[in-house]
Every structure is written in C-alpha cells, then in structure tokens.
C-alpha cells in the first residue's frame, strides 16, 4: 500500500527496515479481502494466473482493482477469469522493479477509465511513470524484447559470438545500458522461459520459441544473476 511517510521517516524516502515494518506476509488469498488493490505477480503461466484471477474475483470486495504483472499474457485473457472485466489492468513492472521508474500499464479492451486512472494514481503515488499500452500478446516491450534475446541467444548457440561480444556490441553500437543477454540475466532465465513459452503458444509464432541455447541454461539451474550464472558469470 502507498501513502505519506510515517512520523520520523527519513526524507528522500523511508529506510528499508521502515519498509519491511509495513509488510504483512501471509500465505492466506482470503487475507487479500479487504485490499484496495492487489497486484498479481505468479510466474509466467497461464493456466496458473487464470486460477489466481479466478480466486481473486471470488475474495476480494467488488470494488477492488485486480492488476497483473504479467509479461505477455493479455490482459482481457485474465479479465475473463473474473466476473469484473472492467476493474482489470495491467501493470508491468519491469525487473528489478524498486529501480525502475516507469511502468508499462495495459489497457485492456474491458478496463474501465476509471480503473486505468486508479492505476496511474497508484503508480504515481509510487512515484512511478506509468505509460499506457493496448492489450495483446507480449504488449509492446516484450512483444519486441523477447524477439530480441531468443535471436541473441540464438547467435550464441550457432557460435556466431560468445555472450560478452554480442551484449558489447549492442552497448557499444546501439548505445544500450545492458544488452539483451545481460537483460535476460537481470530479468532471470526462467522467467523469460516461462514468457516466451507463452507467447510463442499465445501467438502461434515460433520466433518466440525458447532457442535450446536459453532451454540448456534453465535445465542447469544457470538462472541469471539470482543463480549466480547465465549467459554471464556473476560474483
């Protein structure tokens, strides 16, 4: 939940531990009854977040904004799991998300004006930018991202260039902060696994298909920065 500092905050932002101090865990759905707003973030399944969808209309009060996470699955799809199509939206936070500070938010065909204003509210509240997209598969960042690190990670597989050549290159030609592959690290492998395999069922088109360069990394456990190693080596 957003809202003013608590007395004694430091200015600039609270300290973590006020932070954490504020964060209920639990591991109840029927907890959620009584939120305003529930942001979902499952992983990447769709099978998994219509049940979660499904539930959530069932909990929570009917003036409740259900959000998704999601990385591709479009929005309407989850909409239709709930009895609320209008109180539905997208917001994709990109990861890592504490320091991003724009949020791609998707409007779907049903989402209601005043739920998308309820979600910029938030997002600003957050102070956050949120940007707002159409509905469909992949969106817009991922539509175009995951085509992007499937064909670099591609490249790597048909030995065209090692994972450090391809990421400098796109850095160092294109003016990218990280490069695809770098990207995919950060993001985490299973994750843009779990988004393409979606997307490439979602779409029909498999350009978006995982490349067995991506599959052998996940197989292994080499999941990206969390794991310690992806298409990179971290320390």
């Known amino acids: 939940a957003a809202g003013a500092l608590p007395p004694g905050a430091a200015p600039g932002g609270p300290k973590p531990a006020e932070v954490t101090a504020r964060v209920h865990w639990t591991g109840q759905i029927t907890d959620l009854r009584d939120a305003s707003v529930v942001i ?14 499904a539930e959530l209309d069932r ?11 999601t990385s591709g699955i479009p929005v309407d799809r989850l909409a239709a799991s709930t009895t609320r199509p209008e109180q539905v939206v997208g917001l994709h936070f990109m990861n890592p998300a504490p320091l991003k500070d724009t949020v791609e938010v998707v409007r779907g065909p049903r989402t209601s004006p005043q739920s998308l204003d309820r ?5 600003t509240s957050l102070d956050k930018t949120g940007t707002v997209v159409g509905d469909g ?16 990670a591609a490249a790597v597989g048909d030995g065209i260039a090692d994972a450090e050549t391809t990421d400098a290159l796109f ?8 490069g695809p592959l770098r990207t995919a690290d950060l993001i985490g492998l299973d994750n843009v696994h779990d988004t ?20 052998a990394l996940v197989e292994a456990g080499h999941l990206g920065r969390k794991a310690g190693r992806g298409f990179h080596e971290y320390r």
């Open 137 to 152: 598969p992949g969106f817009l960042l991922n539509r175009v991202l995951m085509l992007c690190i499937a064909e670099a």
């Open 59 to 69: 909990v929570c009060a009917p003036g409740t904004l259900l959000a998704s996470c």
């Open 171 to 178: 850095e160092g030609c294109l003016g990218h902060p990280m």
């Open 40 to 53: 979902e973030c499952v992983p990447e399944r769709i099978d998994l977040k219509e049940k979660v969808f």
């Open 119 to 123: 979600a910029l509210a938030l997002l």
């Open 196 to 215: 393409m395999t979606a997307l490439c069922e979602l779409t029909g088109d498999d350009h978006y298909r995982p490349p067995a360069t991506l599959v």
